[in-house]
């Protein structure tokens, strides 16, 4: 009714009022403090004090302020990541990663399709888990790995200019989804599942209805150099992985270890696996020469199904998705999905696994009970744990600690608070939570979807992003975030690790190549501005400097290919100028001191005019030119 309306509104209204009032009051004492003569030093100084530590614990960084940390995003089917300012929550930036982007023209610029390779026709992607390369345990700031398992690609971002600079596609693999990195002593590999099962030579000869035939593969990729190092066989669908802090053991969630095809069978068996993968035998069978090839590939493909002496089979409940390691570098806990139960194994029981003295089972030091659906699970610095609860739409806080005693039969409540959240989460992520940097300060929680949480915008609704603050006692919720399709997973990495560029640096090797063939064409792309034919190839060269570009025309035939390429001359940060032709489908991004080019077709005859599409100048608009495609 309208009542019911009206007073909605009214107590939302006083809420708002309340809030405001509280922040003022605050802000009015402190004031007050500052000008009155009776306030001692002391006074002043710990009123000060309580200003910051209010400021410390809030989500509320006023205009101006910078956030304290660097979130990044997975963009889920969106295929790209984004950057958020942590506690505000604030959206930074985008990276586009294996979508096409309009505003940077990300997929059309011939920089980009040299990056994407052999997939530079795929436009598309499913980007789910996001890490950074680290050193001894901590982030290094220097790379973001992510997974398209539409794709099965995994893509490298520079975080000194946040752009994407390799992507690769995984042979003899289908849908890359758990993807994470070593942490100790450097990232050195970077490892990611291939999900789906497929036979071993994918070429349609072999049986294609013989499932037990099929393989999921565990894939150990190059960080530096981007290519993938080698694969190992295993029984089941690999899932969620992570690493130790040792540098010796990664591990896998596995699930449908009885070879289904269809979701019934899928699920009949009582207990799937963790998969512990030992680095060390790996690389000696790989030395030893213990490898096949499949699909004509030169990949070296090592056997680790059970059995194999390069992995062990942890049984665990049915089902089993996130996979997530203790920043203490002690335990890997995974998650129970279709169990209220997570399972804790003890990575200082590995050692006697792999050497035959223990049984799989004896690793496991704890199974608390959670609640409905553990999905992932995060950390913080005093021994806590904090799981999202996707059919309860909560997250429970749970002491490590406490559920290793319940389980030796001690009579202990391991849970610590259960927090409502709107509603069903994915993954979380404490702030630096998988590196030994874990600091205990803030929780995000992915929730996929928002039902009420948001005002309306039809039948598909955000997602919500929750901010939860965790250095108390207690979790308290502080923000909600509407997030579209689909962030799966984030870390939050502390300011101080990240040094980006402000403009580029001349040699780029992003945009090395084009400025290689600029000087074979005997142009120096910072001074000139021409036009160079080569039969109907068409290349123009040309400059940009607020507000003009080099050329105000250029003239081609119908039917040329033309490229175009566009250098930035700005010394002044935050000046980037656009490439655009009208009605031909071209635009680009050039940041400053950034080279970029992009290539079509002069399909259509007569005057088109290219301009800037990047508000740059007060005559951004008088920033234009045009080409003349003679018929
Ligand atoms: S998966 Cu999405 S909620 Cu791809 Cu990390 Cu668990
Ligand atoms: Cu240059 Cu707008």
Known sequence: SKDDDTQKESTELKLKNKDRRHFMSKTAMIGAGAVAAPLTAVMFSSLAKAKSEELDHSAMVNPGELDEYYG????????????????????????????????????????????????ANIMVGDAHHPHMSMTDGRYNGKYIFINDKSNSRVARIRCDVMKTDKIITVPNAQAIHGLRVQKVPETKYVFCNGEFE?????????????VSSYRSLFNMIYAEKMEVAFQVMVDGNLDNADADFDGKYFASTCY???????????????????????????????KAGEFTLYNGNKIPVLDGRKGSQLTRYIPIAKSPHGLNTSPDGQYFVANGKLSPTVSVIAIAKLDALFNDKIKPRATIVAEPELGLGPLHTAFDNKGNAYTTLFIDSQIAKWNVADAI?????????????????????????????ETRDVDGKWLVCLSKFSKDRFLPVGPLHPENDQLID???????????????????????????????????????????????????????????????????????????????????????????????????????????????VTNYGVQMEISPH?????????????????????????????????MLVEA
């Not at 990276?95 to 390779?117: H, Y």
């Not at 497929?198 to 013989?210: H, Q, R, W």
Request: charged content about 25%; aromatic content about 8%; some cysteine.
């Open 405 to 433: 005693k319940a389980y030796q039969g001690e009579k202990v409540n391991y849970i610590r608070q259960k927090l409502d959240v709107q509603y069903q989460p994915g993954h979380n992520h404490t702030s630096q939570g």
């Open 594 to 626: 950034e080279t970029s080019s992009i290539t079509f077709v002069a399909d259509k005859p007569g005057v088109y005019w290219y301009y800037c599409n990047w508000f740059c100048h007060a005559l951004h608009m008088e920033m234009r030119g045009r």
């Open 256 to 286: 449908n270890s009885e070879h289904g095809v269809t979701l019934g069978e899928m699920i009949t068996g009582e207990r799937d696996h963790v998969v512990v993968f030992n680095l060390e035998r790996c690389e000696a069978a790989l």
């Open 198 to 210: 497929i036979p071993m030579n994918n070429d349609g000869k072999a049986s294609l209805e013989d």
């Open 72 to 119: 990044f995003w997975s963009g889920g089917q969106s295929g790209e990541i984004r950057i958020l300012g942590v506690p505000s929550m604030r959206e930074l930036m985008r990276i586009p990663v294996f979508n096409l982007d309009s505003a940077t023209g990300w997929g059309l610029t011939n920089e980009s399709k040299r990056i994407k390779g052999e997939s």
């Open 470 to 580: 965790i250095s108390g006692d207690e979790m308290k919720l502080v923000h909600d975030g509407p997030a579209f399709a689909e962030p799966h997973d984030c870390i939050m990495v502390h300011r101080s690790k990240i040094h980006p560029k402000k403009i580029w640096d001349r040699n780029d090797p992003i945009f090395a190549d084009t400025v290689a063939m600029a000087k074979a064409d005997g142009v120096d792309v910072m001074v000139d501005n021409k036009v160079i034919r080569k039969g109907d190839q068409v290349t123009v060269y040309m400059t940009s400097i607020a507000p003009v570009f080099g050329l105000s025309e250029f003239k081609v035939k119908l039917g040329d290919t033309v490229t175009v390429v566009v250098t930035n001359l700005e010394q002044v940060v935050d000046v980037t100028h656009g490439f655009c």
